[in-house]
């Protein structure tokens, strides 16, 4: 597998993982959207916004360490 395959499929599991995703916080739900994975080796940025208000966006940092779990907290914290 080449250094651009890997970082497609990478790009393509965190949009799978977040695109759509429904978080709850405060009694608020939000639906995030990605609108960008971008992978340099072994890290991946990406970039979220949130359906129900568009002014609300990420870009998180994560690398080959990061798990899921990490990623949902981060994402809950932002919005709290």
């Known amino acids: 597998m080449t250094a651009i395959a890997t970082g497609d499929v990478l790009a393509r599991e965190w ?11 405060d009694e608020e739900s939000w639906t995030a959207q990605v609108f960008g994975v971008h992978v340099a080796g072994a890290e991946a940025w990406i970039q979220l916004e949130f359906a ?5 966006s990420l870009l998180l940092h994560v690398t080959a360490l990061t798990g899921i779990g990490a990623v949902l907290d981060a994402i809950r914290a932002a919005l709290r």
């Open 52 to 56: 129900e208000d568009r002014r609300r």
């Open 15 to 25: 949009f799978d993982l977040l695109d759509q995703r429904r978080f709850t916080v």
